[in-house]
């Protein structure tokens, strides 16, 4: 039995995107911007998708710009707004501790070009919270950058309130929802955030197709400079299968979600009291309320993950660390340590991320396996800290 617990990582692409991405592969191979019948018929297959993906996260369809992915798109709303707002001399930019990298090294670019950057702290269970935001904002903050659900515990930011706080101020507001879109509803307007980013991958659509939500009005430099596609804003031959791939997964994601939702979280809390009931010196990770309903992170004392994870690789069971491995170390999730946890427990840490495929039999058969590997790996810790 070969069970996937590694959803957030990415997302198998639903069989019906799959064939119609086939499909557009052999017979829409015009190039969008033609103006003969082949150029027209990619074109319409563009516009029903990003109707699709609009439709996702509640916005207008000519408001969706088509990216290379997540990362692109994060990238290009921190560093298109940055730019357009250079003029006006706000040279200071806020994120939080929690972000992906996509975020946090964009952050990090720009501190290197002259932004000051401000991170903000998270309390013990993974939230920003309001006062930190208001007390980090000054008459020079341009943008603000905080992820809707995070990667690693699930946990979901009070997005709405935080943007009206950043808005209040005069700042934009940008959120990385790749984590959230197709999970949970997402409304930009509810949300009432100028950006946000979404990776198709993580919705059961194909890898390298992504796109950022830019509010109307909102001035953006552009990403890539070169034709006009995407009203000017990211030049480049469009991906049309990427894009029909991504618009067929936001259509089955929104009539799915409200199934989906609450029997990955029954599936989810099962998967989480049978490891805590059955598995001594085990904790969750961050908070347990607010959370996408699919992920739970949860710490094994005495544990190197890694070490649990490919015991349970070698059981055929798929889940993650958050740990980095730069220059042959492993780096603890800067997640984890953001929140305040030891070095320790972030490298003890496992993340548990389900999806459509899973089952209770598979859940059970995990909760049933673990006492059992976990046992032997404390044993052979034991010894080892012995020497
Ligand atoms: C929260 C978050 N943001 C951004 C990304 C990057 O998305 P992509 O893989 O489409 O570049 C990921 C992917 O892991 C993610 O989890």
Known sequence: MRIYLDHNATTPVDPVAAAAMMRALQDLFGNASSVHYYGQQAKAAIDDARSAVAALIGAEPSEIVFTSGGTEADNFAIRGAAEALEVTGRKHLITSGIEHEAVLNTFKALAKRGWKTTVLPLDARGIVSSDALRDAMTDDTALVSIMHAN???????????????????????????????????????????????????????????????????????????????????????????????????????????????????????????????????????????????????????????ESLLIALDLEGVAV??????????????????????????????????????????????????????????RSLSAVGSRN
């Open 151 to 305: 990667n690693e515990i699930g946990t979901i930011q009070p997005i709405a309130e935080l943007a009206t706080i950043a808005k209040g101020r005069g700042a934009l507001f940008h959120t990385d929802a790749v984590q959230s879109a197709g999970k949970i509803p997402v409304n930009v307007r509810a949300l009432g955030v100028d950006l946000v980013a979404i990776s198709a991958h993580k919705f059961y659509g194909p890898k390298g197709i992504g796109a950022l939500w830019a509010k109307r009005g909102v001035r953006l430099s552009p990403f890539l400079s070169g034709g006009k596609q995407e009203r000017n804003r990211r030049a480049g031959t469009e991906n049309v299968p990427g894009i029909i791939g991504a618009g067929i997964a936001a259509q089955l994601a929104m009539t799915k979600m409200d199934v989906d939702a609450p029997r990955l979280s029954t599936l989810r809390d099962r998967l989480e009291s049978g490891i805590l009931s059955s598995v001594p010196n085990t904790d969750v990770n961050g908070s347990r309320d607010a959370r996408v309903p699919n992920t739970t992170n949860i710490s094994f004392e005495r544990i190197e993950a």
């Open 320 to 377: 993650s660390t958050g740990s980095a491995c730069s220059s042959g170390t492993l780096e603890p999730s800067h997640v984890l340590k953001a929140m305040g946890l030891s070095s320790h427990r972030a490298q003890n840490s496992i993340r548990f991320s389900l999806g459509a495929s899973n089952n209770e039999e598979q859940i059970d058969h995990v909760i049933s396996i673990l006492p059992r590997i976990v046992t032997k790996l």
